[in-house]
C-alpha cells in the first residue's frame, strides 16, 4: 500500500526566506506525485504535478518539487515566500493502476512572519 | 465558471438525522471522488466512482451511500448522523487517469 510522510507539522519562515516542505513517499514503483495547498476554509489547489519525465517540475505561485527516486522523496520549494503563502500544504501520491487513489501526507502548516 | 461546486457549503444538523451533499463537475472529468478531513486536516478518500460506476468503496460505514446519476455528479447521502461524522467533506473529480481537482468542501456539524 502506498503512504506518505511529512516530517514537518508547522515551519515558519520570514517573509522573502526561501522555503522547502519535505516529502516522502512509499510505493512499489514510481507514483504520481501531487502537491496541493489549502488555505483557511478553503479547498484543495494544485500547486504541481509529476506524472514522469523531467524531475524538477514547475508549478503554480512560483512553486516547484524535485523528484528524488533515491530518497522517494518529492520536496516543494520556492525562492522567496510571500505573506500570502501562508497555508497548510499536501503531499499526495497516487499508485499506478490503483484506480486514481490519492493518498495524502498529514499536512505540513506554514506560517510565514513578516 | 466554478470547476467543481458543492452544496451546501455548511450544514448544521442533530444526530440521528439523514443529509445530502450535492457535487457537480463541469470539466468534462470521468472520474469522482468524495474525501473527508477530520478536524486534524487529515484527508482520506472515501469513494470513487468512474462512469457512473463505483470504483473505490474505503471502509466507510453503511450510513455513507454515495450516487452518480450523471458522470457530471456524485452525491453523498448520509443517514443516522453520528457526531463523529462532523467533518469538512470534499468532491473531487479528475480524467480517467490524471490529478484531481477539488470543491470547495462542505463543513458537517453534528450536534
Known amino acids: 500500500a502506498q503512504s506518505v510522510t511529512q516530517p514537518d507539522i508547522h515551519i515558519t519562515v520570514s517573509e522573502g526566506a526561501s522555503l522547502e516542505l519535505r516529502c516522502n513517499y512509499s510505493?512499489?514503483?514510481?507514483?504520481?506525485l501531487f502537491w496541493y495547498v489549502q488555505s483557511p476554509g478553503q479547498g484543495l489547489q494544485l500547486l504541481l504535478k509529476y506524472f514522469s519525465g523531467d524531475t524538477l517540475v514547475q508549478g503554480i505561485k512560483g512553486f516547484e518539487a524535485e523528484f528524488k527516486r533515491s530518497q522517494s522523496s518529492f520536496n516543494l520549494r520556492k525562492p522567496s515566500v510571500h505573506w500570502s503563502d501562508a497555508a497548510e500544504y499536501f503531499c499526495a501520491v497516487v499508485g499506478i493502476g490503483t484506480a486514481s487513489k490519492l493518498t495524502f501526507g498529514t499536512g505540513t502548516r506554514l506560517q510565514v512572519t513578516l | 465558471d466554478t470547476a467543481v461546486s458543492q452544496t451546501p457549503k455548511y450544514l448544521v444538523t442533530q444526530m440521528g438525522n439523514d443529509k445530502s451533499i450535492k457535487c457537480e463537475q463541469n470539466l468534462g472529468h470521468d472520474t469522482m471522488y468524495w474525501y473527508k478531513q477530520d478536524s486534524k486536516k487529515f484527508l482520506k478518500i472515501m469513494f470513487s466512482?468512474?462512469?457512473?460506476?463505483?470504483?473505490i468503496n474505503e471502509t466507510v460505514p453503511n450510513r455513507f451511500s454515495p450516487k452518480s446519476p450523471d458522470k457530471a455528479h456524485l452525491n453523498l447521502h448520509i443517514n443516522s448522523l453520528e457526531l463523529g461524522d462532523s467533518a469538512v467533506y470534499f468532491c473531487?473529480?479528475?480524467?480517467?487517469?490524471?490529478?484531481?481537482?477539488f470543491g470547495p468542501g462542505t463543513r458537517l456539524t453534528v450536534t
Open positions: 466512482y468512474n462512469n457512473k460506476e463505483l470504483i
Open positions: 473531487a473529480s479528475s480524467p480517467s487517469e490524471g490529478e484531481q481537482y
Open positions: 510505493y512499489g514503483a514510481t507514483p504520481y
